[in-house]
């Protein structure tokens, strides 16, 4: 299955550093296509992941017959442009979460990929990370007992301020 995928770094983000590791390891996919903000960085991107079919625009990845799924890792104010645009070419997609800014924006892409019959699914594989497992089994397993309060803590941006990159 040919993969494209919007919005790649060539040094950070999701797409860098758990989409592609993830989809070369698995046998039936192949990544044809990136995508990144501007020319320059989807070249090294491509040199970086070996990839020879670079873009700066989304829209000339998705319209390539090559491609059969597009995911989506541009940062979430993005999303509705670039999962439209792919959805619109008939291309199955794979969004990062968040959906959408806004229940609007996720409504209408979920409207659109209903109207056109194309497959997506939003990444919330958190749900299947370990760590989580293990507490959903103490949960049902009643070890834990009635929970009344949570406190999340995430450990992948160091320090009390979101980095300009990692900002919306």
């Keep these: ?28 996919y192949e990544i044809r ?16 992941f070996g990839v020879s079919a670079v873009f700066s625009d989304h829209k000339r990845l998705v ?3 090559d491609i059969d799924v597009v995911a989506v890792t541009v940062k979430v104010p993005h999303h509705r442009e670039t ?9 199955a997609v794979y969004c990062e979460w968040p959906l959408g800014r806004d229940l609007d924006d996720a409504r209408a892409m979920a409207a659109l990929a209903a109207k056109l019959g194309v497959r997506t699914v939003v990444g919330l594989q958190a749900r299947q990370a370990p760590a989580i497992e293990f507490v959903q089994e103490l949960l049902r397993d009643g070890y834990v007992g009635e929970v009344l309060s949570t406190t999340m803590v995430g450990l992948s941006i160091p320090g009390d301020v979101v980095g300009q990159p990692n900002a919306y």
């Design 33 to 48: 296509a990136l995508s990144g903000h501007n020319a320059e960085s989807a070249r090294a991107a491509g040199e970086v």
């Design 1 to 28: 299955m040919g993969v494209g995928i919007i919005g790649v770094s060539p040094v950070r983000g999701w797409a860098a550093t758990a989409h592609i590791p993830a989809l070369r390891a698995l046998p039936n």
């Design 63 to 65: 319209t390539r017959p």
């Design 83 to 91: 999962v439209s645009a792919a959805l619109a070419a008939g291309k």
